[in-house]
């Protein structure tokens, strides 16, 4: 695999000691209300709506607010007008970040980002400054459960994917970024149901941080992902997961 997400991994890894779900149906949502505007209200007709409400459900998400955000984006509803940004940036020891938001007010945004990276031991990036350490990758994530992993990959390649990994209790198919949705529905049709499916930027290798670098580079991931805009962020960075405890 061209690259991994540290990051992905470890909030996989905190997921059950923090069950922190605070924001997460607030982005979950934004994301289907502006899928619902740029491709329709028709999840069958919309891939990137039916790949969002199927991620909302997953995190069990109520249907009546899954309604009303479709409805927003269709302007069946009053809603908010969201913009896509993306914001190139560096981490403590290095470290590249990819910083995607959904923001209905892009100067509020950068500067609520700006203060958090600057408080956090990074800087705001030009763009293009650090784009290029990563690849554009569509990626599904289906729990390991009891599922042989030869017969997974199989399946996967079948399906028409680039790359397979298993990390931790989940297996990451990776796709070409216009592939995400038919090679998730392949996998569906045979049986293997997704977790989560997302467009992401894959770092094409990793910074290896370690001790203070870690532990205030972790700090800086959850307090920007805390933003109410920011929808995701990817970095290029490996480390321990003993630096977790540490």
């Known amino acids: 695999m061209a690259g991994h997400s540290k990051w992905k991994q470890i909030k996989h890894y905190k997921a059950a000691a923090d069950a922190k779900r605070g924001a997460m149906f607030t982005k979950l949502l934004r994301e289907i209300t502006v899928a619902a505007k740029a491709g329709g209200g028709d999840p069958s007709g919309n891939p990137r709506l039916r790949t969002a409400i199927e991620n909302a459900k997953a995190q069990s998400c109520p249907k009546e607010n899954i309604e009303r955000a479709i409805k927003k984006g269709t302007g069946e509803l009053e809603g908010v007008e969201y913009q896509e940004v993306l914001y190139e940036a560096y981490g403590p020891g290095g470290v590249a970040l990819m910083i995607q ?133 990817d970095a290029n960075f490996d480390m321990d997961m003993s630096e977790l405890s540490a």
């Open 101 to 233: 938001a959904l923001t209905d007010n892009p100067t509020r945004t950068v500067a609520e980002v700006r203060a958090k990276l600057s408080r956090g031991g990074g800087n705001l990036g030009a763009v293009n400054s650090v784009a290029f350490m990563f690849d554009r990758k569509g990626q599904i994530y289906i729990p390991v459960e009891n599922r042989d992993e030869d017969s997974v990959m199989e399946q996967a390649l079948e399906a028409g994917a680039e790359d397979f990994v298993r990390e931790d209790e989940q297996f990451v198919v990776s796709t070409a970024p216009a592939d995400l949705h038919a090679v998730k529905q392949a996998l569906e049709s045979a049986g293997l149901m997704a977790s989560e499916a997302a467009l992401t930027w894959v770092p094409k290798s990793s910074v290896r941080v370690e001790g203070d670098n870690a532990a205030q580079l972790i700090k800086l991931l959850e307090q920007l992902e805390d933003l109410d805009d920011v929808q995701k962020v």
